[in-house]
């Protein structure tokens, strides 16, 4: 069965300060893997999406990045954290193809940036 | 333009009660997706029903069910028999082409917080 890791569950990091999240799926190959990032009290709001190694599209420009550079790795970072980059980053998968049924998340990491 | 409005921002049911959540979607491609995922305390998303729009039948998974509307616009979640254990966050999403080609995400709502009473 298809699995999916995401690590630190939580992280307090301060303003300007660098950040990497990093997600693993596991079980399957060639997912579309996907960053979505929830505000307290609010829906998620889609960061990052990819196809396939190397490949990434960016939904909303702002100072995180997402790389995968290897087929069911997928890793988001910051150069230098804002304040308003805290909130709770879900990783997710989708099966390979289009359109590639439902998202299956992690469990999330809660950053808070101080 | 917002896409998925949750109109109840939360909701009360009682134990062993019925409970329909709203969602109600707007899109002009013949082809898309409509999910409902549950959010406990806990944060994980966890998926629960999908409906396809070329989908004859309201689908239906344990006690979850859709009541799809497509004149309507309209995707309700109904959950039979509530649980304490229900008690969560829902969110319906809607599954749309995304910058052309062969590219598709999920769009969320702002969700409905259900609150099972004992």
């Known amino acids: 069965s298809q699995t999916i890791h995401q690590w630190p569950a939580t992280l307090v990091q301060p303003v300007g300060s660098p950040l990497s999240l990093e997600c693993t799926v596991e079980?399957?190959?060639?997912?579309?893997l996907y960053w979505y990032r929830q505000a307290a009290g609010r829906g998620l709001q889609l960061l990052f999406y990819?196809?396939?190694?190397?490949?990434i599209s960016s939904e909303v420009p702002q100072n995180l990045s997402a790389s995968r550079p290897q087929d069911r790795q997928f890793i988001l970072s910051s150069k230098k954290l804002l304040l308003s980059d805290s909130g709770f980053y879900l990783c997710?998968?989708?099966?390979?193809?289009?359109?590639?049924?439902?998202?299956?998340f992690g469990n999330g990491t809660r950053l808070t940036v101080t | 333009a917002q896409k998925i409005t949750q109109t109840q921002p939360g909701m009360f049911v009682q134990e062993k009660e019925a409970v329909t959540l709203d969602c109600t979607y707007d899109?002009?491609?013949?082809?898309?997706?409509l999910f409902w995922y549950k959010q406990p305390s806990s944060g994980e998303m966890i998926f629960l029903i999908y409906?396809?729009?070329?989908?004859?039948q309201n689908a239906t998974e344990g006690r979850y069910s859709l009541n799809f509307q497509k004149a309507r616009k309209s995707a309700n979640l109904v959950i039979s028999a509530s649980q304490l254990g229900d008690s969560a966050m829902y969110f319906c999403?809607?599954?749309?082409?995304?910058?052309?080609?062969?590219?598709?995400?999920?769009?969320f709502g702002k969700g409905t917080l259900l609150t099972v009473n004992p």
């Open positions: 990819s196809v396939g190694i190397g490949q």
């Open positions: 409906q396809g729009s070329y989908d004859q």
């Open positions: 899109t002009s491609d013949p082809s898309y997706g």
């Open positions: 999403a809607m599954r749309e082409q995304w910058r052309g080609g062969s590219n598709y995400k999920l769009t």
């Open positions: 079980g399957t190959s060639n997912p579309n």
């Open positions: 997710a998968w989708s099966g390979p193809g289009s359109p590639g049924g439902p998202l299956h």
